[in-house]
């Protein structure tokens, strides 16, 4: 069945250091993937999307990037600061867009 | 703040109440969809709504739960006789009413069922 999963539960680094975290999915149909960030207490926040027609994408110190071969997502966070602290999750959009499949999330912890 | 809201925050009930939670989309979009996340997971889809039609439910929203969307705009979802396994955050997003756009997160309803 479709899932969407996170490799590490867990990453910890330093402040100023670039982070990388990673999502592996499942359903080679899934043709729409999101990254959120949330904080602890909060709902989660929207921070980039990828259609499956790209390998890649640029945001403000984030870039996403898809490999359809092996069926994985990685968020990269560039120049990572205290605020970036929070678990990141991916997440899959279904063909009908009807529905996201989350994965468990990455809990990102900044050291200052 | 044009963002989702979500009300109330927190509501903590006792086992075998009912309770009901609120949601106002973002004003432009036309789908709402809930979700509910529990300590340590991702949230899980449970409903979706496109203007006042349900379209979507999941098998995760038992005949206890219902979810109203009445005029396209704000939604409502109940939750009968609660039991202690509904104790999660139930989280509601929206959308624009096209594939593939991204869906924006109100900060969520903490329930508590004791």
């Known amino acids: 069945g479709e899932s969407v999963g996170l490799h590490l539960p867990t990453l910890s680094v330093q402040e100023g250091d670039n982070s990388i975290i990673n999502c592996a999915y499942s359903?080679?149909?899934?043709?729409?993937f999101i990254w959120y960030k949330q904080e602890s207490g909060k709902g989660p926040q929207f921070i980039i999307d990828?259609?499956?027609?790209?390998d890649k994408r640029q945001g403000q110190r984030v870039t996403v990037l898809l490999n359809k071969t092996v069926k994985h997502l990685s968020l990269q966070i560039a120049a990572t600061q205290p605020g970036d602290s929070a678990v990141y999750f991916c997440?899959?959009?279904?063909?009908?867009?009807?529905?996201?499949?989350f994965g468990e999330g990455t809990q990102l912890t900044v050291n200052p | 703040d044009t963002g989702v809201s979500q009300d109330p925050r927190h509501k903590i009930t006792k086992r075998g109440q009912n309770v009901t939670f609120r949601c106002d989309p973002i004003?432009?979009?036309?789908?709402l969809y809930w979700y509910r996340q529990t300590l340590g997971q991702g949230p899980e889809f449970l409903t979706y709504?496109?203007?006042?039609?349900?379209?979507?439910k999941s098998r995760l929203l038992s005949d206890r739960f219902s979810a109203e969307r009445p005029k396209g705009s704000f939604s409502t979802l109940e939750i009968q006789r609660t039991e202690q396994g509904d104790s999660a955050m139930y989280l509601c997003?929206?959308?624009?009413?096209?594939?593939?756009?991204?869906?924006?997160f109100g900060q969520g309803t903490r329930l508590t069922v004791v």
């Open positions: 997003a929206s959308s624009l009413g096209t594939e593939n756009t991204e869906a924006f």
């Open positions: 359903n080679s149909a899934s043709d729409y």
């Open positions: 990828i259609r499956s027609n790209m």
């Open positions: 997440a899959e959009n279904s063909a009908s867009g009807s529905r996201l499949t």
């Open positions: 004003s432009e979009h036309n789908r």
């Open positions: 709504f496109q203007n006042e039609a349900q379209l979507e």
